[in-house]
């Protein structure tokens, strides 16, 4: 996001002089059971992804994988109980947790939308208005509790297509009410990574913020890192065809900067409810055309003899609805950049990933002050922060996204590296 994310790129004797305390630990009591399965499209068989798994009268969620895949840890108590499966775009499911099968594939239906109803009600209303109505609507159907909320980050780095660096934490946010201006905390409960630094050549990257970088993806809490006042009037907005969530009617807004403006901004879509103007979901992409500039807003330091630019930026951020009430449930952003060392033939490509899930939360009224030890900031670097790849038990019962097919193969040589050495 903009004057948010930035990119350090250093030398890799630098990065080898960081370590970390933290040491694994393994769940001493089995109180839940593993449930894996994918979720599929009904008609071409073809993976969901961003697909939200909810257990009903609960808390807890998932997010399916770049494979529609996932894997979720149910408590004891919940087993009778049922999940609740939504996908933008296709009809809400609802399976008992008892028939679910390991390894079952989920089909979804396509949900087919009223256009006519919809298009009614949009020609009479302007499409930035409809944006305006909905950055305002955070103290009326947002949750405005402090909210204690468990999450799983991940960030990984590829030079091209290869997995060359792997961070994984387990985070607690601070999630202050909607209705207020503070900002949210992150409290670092457990990590771990390893990076391949042969395959980073004499260059590493790092996405400085880490799971901070995800949470101000929150639009409605955030507007001022994407839509600020002044921003706003450099926009076109427009509608797009409609769509549903939940079996509710969903605008589909499609924004993007005026032609007459230089500096980089976003583009992309915006999800909206029809009946009450909340955010459900936003998918965007940062235009990198200027190089000078998008370059300014991601790299905070590197090597004088090197060029870093973007090469593509695109954001995507969920919401849930709980009781009435909207709220942050998942964020993931995908960063391309080009290396060029001058003197040098070949540029080299690198893929910064990073995404948050939230797959708990609760009310929580005790004062931040009591765990300030605990707390990471804006500026950190999680891999500084994370112990290696070494536990099969290191996340006990916490929930996380399963690993798509190219990081599972990249965990797996990890653990290799780990035995021979």
Known sequence: MKKIIKLIVVSVCALLLFSSNLKAQSETENTFIEIEAKVIDNDTKSPLVFTDIVIKDSNISTVTNNDGEFLLKIPN?????????????????????????????????????????????????????????????????????????????????????????LSEAVVKIHKQPYNNFKNDHIELIKARKNTDYSKLDTIALKL?????????????????????????PKYEFSYVNSTKINDRDIYVIKFKQKENINIPLYYGKLYIDAETLALTNAVYSLNVTNRELSSQMYVRKKPRKVDVYPTEATYRVNYRTTNGKWHYAYSNISLTFK??????????????????AI???????????????????????????????????????????????????????????????
Request: charged residues 30%.
């Open 77 to 165: 108590n919940l087993l009778e109980g049922e999940l609740t499966i939504t996908h933008l775009g296709y009809e809400t499911k609802k399976i008992k947790i008892s028939s679910i099968k390991n390894h079952e594939k989920i089909k979804l239906l396509p949900a087919y939308t009223k256009l006519n109803e919809i298009s009614i009600t949009t020609t009479t209303i302007d499409a930035r208005k409809i944006v305006e109505e909905t950055l305002k609507k955070k103290s009326s159907i947002y949750n405005n509790n402090n909210t204690l909320m468990t999450a799983f980050y991940r960030e990984t780095i590829k030079k091209r297509r290869r997995n060359a660096s």
């Open 208 to 232: 400085q913020g880490g799971p901070f970088s995800n949470l101000y993806t929150d639009i409605i809490k955030y507007p001022e890192f994407i839509f600020t006042p002044e921003d706003l």
């Open 339 to 356: 290396v060029n060392w001058k003197g040098k033939l070949f540029n080299n490509v690198y893929t910064l990933n990073s995404e948050m």
């Open 359 to 421: 797959t708990d939360w609760k009310i929580y009224d005790t004062k931040l002050a009591k765990i300030r030890k605990q707390l990471i900031r804006p500026t950190t670097i999680l891999s500084e922060k994370a112990s290696g790849f070494s536990d099969p038990l290191f996340w006990g019962a916490y929930n996380i996204i399963e690993p798509e097919k190219s990081i599972e193969s990249a965990i797996k040589k990890i653990q290799k590296q780990l035995k021979r050495t």
